[in-house]
């Protein structure tokens, strides 16, 4: 029973450049939601999906950064023209249908802009 | 806006003794509480939960405590080993599914 599976596990990108991060969440979960660390800080809530629908984008900046998680299909993080700021790493977890449940992570793809 | 805080960014304790990390939240509409252990180059992996209508949770030698009316809890692990040296996160959610988490305390274990 496969975990929560993202790639690239590191993904280095010029500035400018698309980034595109990848998540399978774990079998039978049907909620996916991608996080951002920053060097010394804590994770961040970016955006919440179900299948085909967004949920929850409050966290996600209102530029250059989309998200989606198709019927078919790993869910996508992609973040257009790249700048330095958007260096860290990127986690994903899921969770199942229930409520007050724990979600799983990801081992994270971390990005480095250069 | 810090609604989950975690005022210590670091403590050490000695291996066998009890290590006690806490954490503070903000936001009365949070019900659920959780903690993740992180070790570095790795995801955030569950340790332990409580919903708000428990006080205290066990699990081996981890034993969440919630206090609702100072919106406080904490994470008591007993006996400490060296293998729980990583960065611990406590984390809230309500109504709304996701996390907030706090910044994180980074325990070492002394052997």
């Known amino acids: 029973n496969a975990g929560v599976m993202q790639n690239p596990r590191h993904l280095v990108r010029r500035r400018g450049q698309e980034a595109r991060l990848r998540c399978s969440p774990m079998k039978g979960h049907s909620h996916v939601y991608w996080y951002r660390q920053l060097p010394e800080e804590g994770l961040k809530f970016m955006v919440y999906?179900?299948?085909?629908?967004?949920?929850?984008e409050s966290g996600m900046p209102k530029e250059r950064f989309s998200a989606e998680f198709p019927k078919e299909g790993p869910s996508i993080l992609r973040i257009q023209q790249v700048v330095r700021g958007d260096s860290a790493a990127y986690f994903c977890?899921?969770?199942?249908?229930?409520?007050?449940?724990?979600?799983?992570f990801g081992q994270g793809t971390r990005l480095t802009v250069v | 806006d810090q609604q989950v805080k975690q005022n210590s960014p670091s403590l050490s304790v000695q291996e066998g003794r009890i290590s006690i990390l806490n954490c503070d939240y903000t936001n009365s509409m949070f019900d659920y509480f959780l903690w993740y252990k992180k070790y570095p180059a790795e995801g955030p992996t569950f340790l332990i939960s409580i919903s708000s209508i428990k006080d205290k949770n066990e699990d081996g030698r981890f034993t969440v405590f919630l206090n609702k009316s100072a919106k406080h809890l904490s994470l008591h692990i007993v006996p400490s080993q060296p293998g729980d040296s990583a960065v611990y996160f406590c984390a809230s959610s309500g109504s709304a599914r996701q996390l907030t988490f706090g910044s994180g305390t980074q325990l070492t274990v002394l052997p």
């Open positions: 977890a899921s969770s199942p249908l229930m409520e007050n449940t724990e979600a799983f």
């Open positions: 999906l179900q299948k085909e629908n967004i949920i929850d």
